[in-house]
């Protein structure tokens, strides 16, 4: 069974770890670097991120997960794919720059904003998935303002992209470990 | 009814579920609240005088001064929480109206309806609500809470209320559930709840909506020690800024939080914190100066 690392410095950790369960992988709750090392992949889940950086920052984890993700899948919603873009605006701050993709915080606008949405997804995710709409949760959702290098779209809510893979990584301004919809995690583990 | 699966409902628990594992400061302007996001708070409660000094003060505490709340919310890119008086829809609905994140319908404030509280399945913006017991959470999550926090007692520096009520709602959930369905009817009865969200209980063990605590947090242990209870994140109240210095102490709670169970840690983040607020004795308090008592 694919052991995955959910880090857990705060947010919906425990949902992620759920959803990995339901999709057939061991989730580990990382919360010291040492406990990245025999990890097969790692999902950081939603949350704030101004608080993630904080706690990566004070916990010395942000080189140590750079480090990680030159070798293995990392997997970010919402606040997790804040810090894996290239840059943040609304307003600028710190990331771990793991993905050719620029995101603008609650770009949607405040909780009132916060939505469940039907997608439809890219064929190719229908492909490497299964068919069938997407339900997505936004909240206090971030859009990705730019995609490059290689990255490329696996679904768009409104012209945005929402679920964008580079090579080993993957992101998500949405949170699929709150739906009963596990595709978008299989997904991340046929990568692993 | 109840509405775990809608739409509005999810969206207002996914919110709660992104708190978790952190801290929500009080604040009682920009500047309070900017000390409070540097920190690494998850969310700041935008409220006029801090516990503390309603308790030291008197007076009518009321939502605070909408100016503020701007700043605030024009200031930081985490969430802002409110406070409403108890059964002061108006107040809320005018909360809503300027877009506040989250509703603390608390009773911090003073009441504004001595028997009813806020039909908060009526509005789009999620509600908190303060419990002592399990009655009392399942009646708020009845009436549209998406979010439960135990009352302790606010403004208090002391632990002991907020340990007590998270103690007893984790107490009364586990006996849920090893009773059986002419049993759960009774308790049903006993508790002041609706029967199907008793049942729920008895089933899956924990509370519909997500379970922090508040109330008399003070220090970065006893954040540790309400988590280490049951509570999945904390509010801390006048805790922070009626300490001595309130920036490490931020940084020191919030670093708690994530180190509840690692001892070595704690004592790290405990680490020269200057002066705690000065603490109360609720035991020589006379009930009437309570505020867990208000609500029911």
């Given at each position: 069974m694919k052991k995955v690392g959910v880090l857990a410095l705060q947010g919906d950790f425990r949902a992620h770890g759920a959803a990995l369960e339901r999709a057939g992988a061991e989730p580990v709750y990382v919360r010291e670097p040492e406990q990245l090392q025999d990890l097969d992949g790692l999902v950081i889940p939603g949350g704030e991120s101004t608080t993630m950086l904080k706690l990566l920052n004070y916990e010395g984890l942000a080189d140590a997960l750079r480090e990680f993700a030159r070798h293995k899948p990392i997997f970010g919603t919402c606040?997790?794919?804040?810090?894996?873009?290239?840059?943040?605006?609304?307003?600028?701050?710190?990331?771990?720059?793991?993905?050719?993709?620029?995101?603008?915080?609650?770009?949607?606008?405040?909780?009132?904003?916060?939505?469940v949405a039907a997608l439809d997804p890219e064929p190719e995710f229908l492909e490497r998935t299964a068919p069938g709409q997407l339900e997505a949760v936004f909240i206090r959702a971030p859009i990705i303002r730019r995609v490059e290098h290689g990255a490329h779209v696996l679904a768009r809510y409104r012209g945005d992209p929402v679920l964008v893979e580079q090579g080993r990584h993957l992101a998500a301004t949405f949170h699929p470990e709150l739906t009963s919809d596990g595709r978008v995690h299989a997904l991340f583990l046929e990568k692993l | 009814m109840f509405q775990f699966t809608s739409e509005q409902f999810r969206v207002k628990v996914g919110l709660a579920e992104m708190l978790k594992g952190g801290v929500i400061m009080d604040v009682t302007n920009a500047e309070q609240a900017k000390i409070a996001e540097d920190a690494g708070a998850?969310?700041?409660?935008?409220?006029?005088?801090?516990?503390?000094?309603?308790?030291?003060?008197?007076?009518?505490?009321?939502?605070?001064?909408?100016?503020?709340?701007?700043?605030?919310?024009?200031?930081?890119?985490?969430?802002?929480?409110?406070?409403?008086?108890?059964?002061?829809?108006?107040e809320a609905r005018i909360l809503q109206a300027l877009g506040v994140d989250y509703i603390d319908e608390s009773e911090v404030l003073t009441p504004a309806d001595e028997e009813h509280h806020i039909d908060k399945n009526a509005f789009r913006v999620p509600f908190v609500c303060g419990a002592r017991n399990l009655g009392e959470a399942l009646r708020r999550i009845a009436e549209g809470a998406a979010l439960i926090r135990t009352k302790g007692e606010a403004g208090s520096g002391n632990i002991v209320e907020a340990v007590r009520h998270i103690r007893t709602i984790v107490k009364e959930m586990k006996q849920l559930t090893v009773?059986?369905?002419?049993?759960?009817?009774?308790?049903?009865?006993?508790?002041?709840?609706?029967?199907?969200?008793?049942?729920?209980v008895a089933h899956n063990g924990r509370l519909p909506v997500p379970n922090f605590s508040a109330g008399g947090i003070a220090t970065p242990a006893d954040a540790a020690l309400v988590m280490q209870l049951g509570a999945e994140a904390v509010f801390v109240g006048s805790g922070i800024f009626k300490s001595s210095d309130p920036a490490a102490r931020a940084k020191a709670v919030v670093q708690a939080a994530k180190n509840f169970d690692n001892a070595e840690k704690l004592l790290e983040a405990s680490r020269a914190l200057g002066e705690a607020m000065p603490g109360l004795d609720i035991a020589k308090m006379p009930e009437s100066e309570l505020l867990q008592t208000r609500g029911w």
């Open positions: 606040a997790g794919a804040i810090l894996m873009a290239h840059a943040v605006s609304g307003p600028a701050q710190e990331s771990l720059a793991l993905m050719d993709i620029d995101v603008e915080r609650n770009a949607y606008g405040r909780q009132i904003d916060s939505r | 998850t969310a700041v409660m935008a409220l006029e005088r801090v516990p503390a000094d309603i308790r030291k003060e008197g007076g009518v505490a009321r939502m605070a001064n909408i100016g503020k709340m701007e700043e605030i919310m024009r200031t930081v890119t985490i969430p802002v929480m409110a406070k409403a008086r108890i059964g002061h829809f108006m009773l059986g369905p002419e049993e759960l009817v009774h308790q049903a009865k006993t508790l002041g709840a609706p029967l199907e969200l008793v049942e729920w």
